[in-house]
């Protein structure tokens, strides 16, 4: 596992290096010297990593790339309609590039055309938005998928094959969503029964507390196998209902995010697993393709492949390596990359168990 983890590390750097060289290219180019702007839309504040960490490293990249750009940020706080209102009002203030990170990818496309038709780019971030977008950055989904469904057999371990488990999806407005579906189920299906299996709008840690409280109730406190969470905040909610329903010992969990708060789960033992995502180099990229947009440069020399959307068009993308997280790997891949320090995470309630885990 960590020579698995190490190499993907290097070709992370690797994409992220490639990416910032050729930004940096494109920047000696551009002789105009006017002022760029740059609209950065996010979906939601109920995702930790969307403020903490995609915000400021998008802006960072950019303004390293483009010293006088202005960068208009905008959280749409998981609703569509003032969503589409802050597209409105980016391109009406004339920006030159749109980064999105869209709260419902197919609602979006009709203010993706609108941006189009005033000739303002939009890069796709994160989620594969609908409409003419001219560029797309993010993690192969359904690998992020796969590594879940291959991590909660694993941890299921002897009671994988014929286990029952419940499926706690993401929001179904969001293309992601459904690719990390395909990718666990590639993985869970024929080896596990999907007891209870749910969707949940706009990823909500809430939503998911109450749909394990509902699947508890009828399948019995202990026939719950295991629990595939699409992501940490999902993951927080199904740990929180098992706990209120007694649910002892608790069943492995998975995650994605490799959020401060899961990592201290996985180390007391409440949850199994989480993706890591390296935001560093998808911010990299995004924040290189946003500045080549704007200035009116071509994205294939920033970008390391081609993307087909639901359209059918081919756009350039990057799609990284996502990395799986487990109580083994902590120090090998957030606390080497510099994510958390071990401090961060080894609170005083969990020295005992960090302790055990050799972390400390």
């Not at 869970?188 to 507390?209: C, F, M, R």
């Not at 799986?324 to 790997?329: H, N």
Request: charged share 20%; aromatic share 4%; hydrophobic share 40%.
């Amino acid at each position: 596992m960590k020579v698995c983890v190490r190499d993907t590390a290097l070709a992370l750097a690797a994409v992220s290096t490639a990416v910032s060289l050729t930004a940096c290219g494109s920047d000696a180019g551009n002789t105009s010297g006017s002022a760029r702007k740059i609209g950065v839309l996010l979906p939601d504040s109920t995702t930790a990593r969307w403020e903490t960490r995609d915000r400021p490293l998008l802006e960072q990249k950019i303004r390293q790339l483009c010293g006088d750009c202005t960068i208009e940020h905008a959280n749409a706080k998981g609703d569509v309609a003032i969503q589409q209102e802050q597209m409105d009002s980016s391109i009406a203030n004339g920006v030159d590039a749109i980064v999105l990170a869209a709260v419902d990818a197919r609602a979006m496309g009709a203010s993706v055309g609108k941006a189009a038709a005033a000739h303002v780019p939009v890069i796709a971030y994160d989620r594969l938005a609908e409409g003419p977008i001219s560029g797309y950055v993010s993690f192969d989904g359904q690998e992020i998928g796969r590594l879940q469904g291959k991590a909660l057999l694993t941890g299921m371990s002897a009671r994988a094959h014929g286990s029952r488990i419940v499926m706690m999806n993401g929001d179904p407005g969001d293309p992601n969503a459904l690719s990390f579906k395909q990718g666990a189920l590639s993985e869970l299906q024929g080896k596990v029964t999907i007891a209870k299996e749910y969707d949940t709008p706009q990823w909500s840690t809430e939503a998911a507390n109450l749909n394990m409280s509902g699947a508890i109730s009828a399948l019995g406190a202990g026939s719950i196998d295991g629990v595939y969470a699409a992501n940490d905040g999902l993951a927080a909610g199904s740990i929180a209902a098992l706990k209120a329903n007694k649910v002892s010992p608790l069943p492995p969990v998975t995650g994605q995010d490799a959020e401060l708060a899961a990592v201290r789960r996985i180390v007391s033992g409440d949850q199994y697993m989480t993706v890591y995502k390296p935001f560093g180099p998808e911010a990299a990229a995004g924040g290189a393709m946003a500045v080549a947009a704007a200035r009116g440069q071509r994205l294939d020399g920033v970008t390391t492949r081609r993307m087909k959307t639901r359209g059918g068009a081919e756009v350039p993308a990057v799609l990284l390596t996502p990395v799986p997280v487990t109580l083994a790997t902590i120090k090998d891949t957030l606390v080497k990359d510099g994510v958390y320090t071990l401090e961060q995470i080894c609170t005083p309630p969990l020295a005992g168990d960090c302790h055990k885990a050799r972390l400390t």
